[in-house]
C-alpha cells in the first residue's frame, strides 16, 4: 500500500496479464489537525527606527504602521548607564 500526497489511499493489485497492474482508490487518510505556528512578531531594531520619521513612536510608546500596531519592547532593550543616567534603546515590536 502506497499513500500520495492528496491523502488519498490506493490499492495496486497486478492482473493476470504479465506487467499489467491496476489501481483503485480504496478511501482516504485521516488527517491530522494542522499545528498553528506561532508567528514571529516583526521587530523594527532601535537603530533603524530611532533616526528616521518612526521616531514620533518614542513619544505615543508605539506606531501604527500600514494597519499594524507596533510597541516599544522595554523588556528585552539594550541599556547604558545606571542609576538616573541609564539609557534605554528599545526596538518596535509587532503587537499579536
Request: aromatic share 12%.
Amino acid at each position: 500500500m502506497r499513500f500520495l500526497p492528496d491523502q488519498q489511499k490506493w490499492q495496486v493489485a497486478q492482473s493476470a496479464e504479465r506487467g499489467s497492474y491496476t489501481a483503485k482508490v480504496v478511501g482516504s487518510i485521516p488527517t491530522l489537525p494542522t499545528m498553528k505556528k506561532k508567528k514571529q512578531a516583526n521587530r523594527i531594531p532601535y537603530d533603524t527606527w530611532a533616526n528616521s520619521q518612526l521616531s514620533v513612536a518614542k513619544y505615543y510608546g508605539g506606531i501604527k504602521i500600514n494597519g499594524v500596531d507596533y510597541f516599544l519592547d522595554y523588556k528585552n532593550c539594550k541599556t547604558t548607564g545606571e542609576g538616573n543616567d541609564k539609557k534605554y534603546f528599545p526596538d518596535l515590536v509587532e503587537k499579536l
